[in-house]
C-alpha cells in the first residue's frame, strides 16, 4: 500500500558517524559520513520499506533508488567508486572487498540524490592530534575504533550545540562578562 510520503524528511540529519580522512603534520583530519545502513533506515522510516527500492549494476558501479509517487517509480542513479582494502588479505576477499565497497558508495550517492545525507555537506571535518597511528582526544584518550571515534565527536558536537543553546536562551545576560567567560571556559573543555 501507498503511504503519503513528506520527502522533505529524507533530508533531516542523521547522527554522522566519523572517520580519519587524511593525516598531516601529526594530525587526524577527521570527517562525516553515514553508512549505507543509515540511509536504508531514513528510507525505510520516511517511505516505508515497501515505498522504496534499488539496483546495482556491477559492470557500470551504477545504483539507483526508485520511491513509489503517486503510483509511479521516480528512479534517482549514482556511480560510486572501489574502496582499497586492507590488511592482509586473499585475492578473492580484496575483491569482495572492492566490490562491496562500490556498491555502497553507490547507493549512498544515489540517496543523496533523494536528500538522503545531502547535511553532511554542512558539517566541518574536525582535527584531532595523531598517537601513533589513531586518532587522540585534548586528554589524551586514544581512539582506536571508529565507534570510539564517532562518539567522540558526536559528543563533542553535543557539548557544544548545548552551550550554543544556553548563550541563544540567555540574551539578556550576554553582556555579562562572568556569564561571556563561562561559556567560553566551557567551550574550552568540551
Not at 558517524?17 to 536504508?40: E, P
Not at 595523531?130 to 589524551?140: E, F, L, Q, S, V
Amino acid at each position: 500500500m501507498e503511504k503519503e510520503i513528506n520527502l522533505e524528511k529524507l533530508k533531516e540529519p542523521i547522527t554522522p558517524r566519523w572517520r580519519v580522512q587524511s593525516t598531516k603534520n601529526n594530525k587526524a583530519i577527521c570527517t562525516a559520513y553515514i553508512d549505507a545502513r543509515q540511509a536504508q533506515d531514513r528510507l525505510d522510516d520516511v517511505c516505508g520499506a515497501q515505498n522504496w527500492q534499488n539496483t546495482y549494476d556491477p559492470e557500470t558501479g551504477s545504483s539507483s533508488i526508485a520511491i513509489l509517487i503517486n503510483g509511479d517509480w521516480i528512479w534517482k542513479s549514482d556511480v560510486g567508486t572501489e574502496r582499497e582494502a586492507s590488511g592482509k588479505l586473499g585475492a578473492t576477499e580484496r575483491e569482495s572487498i572492492k566490490h562491496k565497497g562500490k556498491a555502497s558508495d553507490a547507493f549512498k550517492r544515489a540517496a543523496i540524490l533523494w536528500g538522503v545525507g545531502r547535511f553532511l555537506y554542512k558539517i566541518e571535518n574536525k582535527v584531532l592530534s595523531m598517537d601513533g597511528n589513531y586518532a587522540k582526544t585534548p586528554k589524551g584518550t586514544i581512539l582506536y575504533t571508529g565507534d570510539q571515534l564517532s562518539n567522540y565527536i558526536n559528543g563533542l558536537s553535543e557539548g557544544k550545540a548545548l552551550l550554543m543553546q544556553l548563550w541563544n536562551l540567555n540574551k539578556d545576560l550576554q553582556s555579562d562578562e562572568v556569564f561571556k567567560t563561562s561559556i567560553s571556559n566551557l567551550k574550552n573543555l568540551v
